[in-house]
C-alpha cells in the first residue's frame, strides 16, 4: 500500500472504530511526547474530524525533546479546528512518588513509572471527555521486540500504527508534512534522565530491526531474537490462571 493509501486507510479505521464503539460524542486522547510516532498518529488522529486532545507530559524531561512535542502541539491547533492541547508537568508527581518508594531503588521500575502515570494521566483526561486513549506503539515496538512498559505505554484503548514499521511511520511523517526536526531526531522513550534514546538501549537500529523480522538469514537476526526472547510476555495475551469445573 503507498503512503497516501495507508494515511486515508487509517485515518478512516480511527473514525470507523470510534464510531462502532458505541460511544455517543467521543473524542480522542493521545500523548505527545516529541518524537516521530506520535506526531504521526495524532495527526491521523485530528484528520477524522473528531475532537483530539494532544496532552504533552513532561517528567524531568530533555529540554530539546519537550520543545518538539510543544512545536507538533502549536503546528496541529494550526492546521487543524478539531485540535485541544493540554500541557500537564508531572516532576512534582513523579518526585513525591520517588521519595515514597526510595527504599525500593530501581531506575528500571521508576523509568517503566513515568510510562505508567502518562498513562494514568491519558485516562483521566478520556473519562473527563467521553474520550479513547489512543496508541503510538508501532510494529517493531508492539510485535518485534515489546519496546514498550506492558500496561503501560501498552495500555490503551486503540493502536492505529501498531501494523506500521518504523520506516512506514517516517515516510507518512514526510507525506502529513510534519515538522522535519520531528522526523529527523533519534526516537526516544523519554524516560530516563540522561536521554539515551532508543537504539542505545536497544543496541540496533530500527531499520537493522525491520531487517532482522523479515530476514532470519540477516546478520543481525541473533541479536533481534535475544532482544526479542524477554520480552515476549509483553506481546502475549496476560497469563489467566483457569480453574478446572470439578
Known amino acids: 500500500m503507498d503512503t497516501n493509501k495507508r494515511i486515508a486507510h487509517i485515518s478512516n ?9 458505541g460511544k455517543k460524542d467521543f473524542e480522542l486522547v493521545i500523548g505527545v511526547s516529541g518524537g516521530i510516532d506520535s506526531a ?10 473528531i475532537t483530539t486532545h494532544l496532552v504533552s507530559m513532561p517528567i524531568k524531561q530533555n529540554i530539546d525533546q519537550h520543545n518538539l512535542s510543544l512545536s507538533h502541539l502549536n503546528w496541529s491547533l494550526k492546521k487543524f479546528k478539531n485540535i485541544k492541547t493540554h500541557i500537564v508537568e508531572l516532576d ?6 520517588r521519595n515514597q518508594m526510595k ?43 515489546g519496546f514498550y512498559t506492558k500496561y503501560g505505554d501498552g495500555g490503551v484503548d486503540i493502536s492505529p500504527i501498531a501494523d506500521c514499521t518504523k520506516s512506514e511511520v517516517w515516510e507518512m511523517g514526510k507525506v502529513l508534512d510534519i515538522d522535519k ?5 533519534k526516537p526516544t522513550d523519554g524516560l530516563w534522565d540522561d536521554s539515551r534514546n532508543d537504539e542505545d538501549q536497544i543496541g540496533l537500529t530500527y531499520e537493522q530491526i525491520e531487517e532482522a523480522m523479515l530476514n532470519k538469514d540477516s546478520k543481525y537476526y541473533e541479536k533481534y531474537r535475544l532482544i526479542r526472547k524477554p520480552n515476549l510476555h509483553k506481546m502475549n495475551p496476560i497469563p ?5 469445573k470439578n
Open 92 to 97: 512534582e508527581i513523579f518526585e513525591l512518588f
Open 181 to 185: 526536526e520531528i522526523i529527523e531526531a
Open 13 to 21: 479505521w480511527i473514525k470507523d472504530y470510534a464510531q462502532s464503539n
Open 40 to 49: 504521526v498518529t495524532s495527526t491521523l488522529c485530528a484528520m477524522t474530524g
Open 103 to 145: 527504599n525500593y531503588n530501581s531506575e528500571l521500575a521508576f523509568a517503566n513509572s513515568r510510562s505508567r502515570l502518562r498513562m494514568i494521566t491519558l485516562y483521566q483526561i478520556a473519562q473527563a471527555n467521553n474520550a479513547l486513549v489512543v496508541g503510538t506503539g508501532n510494529k517493531v515496538e508492539d510485535f518485534g521486540i
Open 240 to 244: 489467566i490462571c483457569i480453574i478446572p
